[in-house]
């Protein structure tokens, strides 16, 4: 979950962003984000009033829509989320955010977050054509170094794993 947000008009309400991986493949992940309005304490407020609210990925919409509420009866209302798939390719960090614009005795709220997906290390495999030490591989990514899991070295005579 990223930082929750309190809203404009009133701190006893907050705005959440949650977000997993759902899913992962060699080139792609399925990602979940949900958004969640929560009372943190004091009196309920409510709304018949459809109020609007969206979730964005690198600027664009993903999930929009309108709720009303009622506090009286529960403490976190799920708005909405969005479940789907995202290219590596199209970049590592993904700028998400969620809007929720309540009546005006709480006013509205804008959560945000920088999520960077982690890089699972799968199979590293070296063509050589020479001979092979044996050793440790290390993969520099964005969030640090990495021990890759395992190494495979290309001979002349097949693949194999070094130990």
């Given at each position: 979950?990223?930082?929750?947000?309190?809203?404009?008009?009133?701190?006893?309400?907050?705005?959440?962003?949650?977000?997993?991986?759902?899913e992962?493949q060699?080139?792609?992940?399925?990602?979940?984000?949900?958004?969640?309005?929560?009372?943190?304490?004091g009196?309920?407020?409510?709304?018949?009033?459809?109020?609007?609210?969206?979730?964005?990925?690198?600027?664009?919409?993903?999930?929009?829509?309108?709720?009303?509420?009622?506090?009286?009866?529960?403490?976190?209302l799920?708005?909405?989320?969005?479940?789907?798939?995202?290219?590596?390719?199209?970049?590592?960090?993904?700028?998400?955010?969620?809007y929720?614009?309540?009546?005006?005795?709480?006013?509205?709220?804008?959560?945000?977050?920088?999520?960077?997906l982690?890089?699972?290390?799968?199979?590293m495999?070296?063509?050589?054509?020479?001979?092979?030490?044996?050793?440790?591989?290390?993969?520099?990514?964005?969030?640090?170094?990495?021990?890759?899991?395992?190494?495979?070295?290309?001979?002349?005579?097949?693949?194999?794993?070094?130990?």
């Amino acid at each position: 979950m990223a930082n929750p947000v309190n809203f404009s008009n009133n701190s006893q309400y907050e705005l959440q962003l949650y977000y997993e991986i759902l899913e992962e493949q060699s080139e792609r992940a399925r990602l979940k984000v949900t958004l969640k309005m929560h009372k943190k304490s004091g009196d309920g407020y409510w709304t018949d009033l459809q109020r609007p609210w969206n979730i964005k990925i690198n600027g664009s919409t993903k999930a929009s829509g309108t709720t009303s509420y009622n506090f009286n009866n529960y403490w976190t209302l799920t708005l909405g989320s969005w479940t789907g798939w995202h290219n590596y390719d199209d970049g590592m960090t993904l700028a998400l955010s969620g809007y929720m614009s309540g009546h005006s005795s709480i006013g509205s709220a804008i959560a945000t977050y920088n999520w960077t997906l982690p890089i699972e290390l799968g199979n590293m495999y070296i063509g050589t054509s020479g001979g092979v030490k044996h050793g440790q591989v290390y993969i520099g990514t964005s969030s640090g170094v990495k021990k890759a899991k395992a190494v495979y070295i290309g001979t002349s005579s097949g693949v194999k794993r070094s130990k």
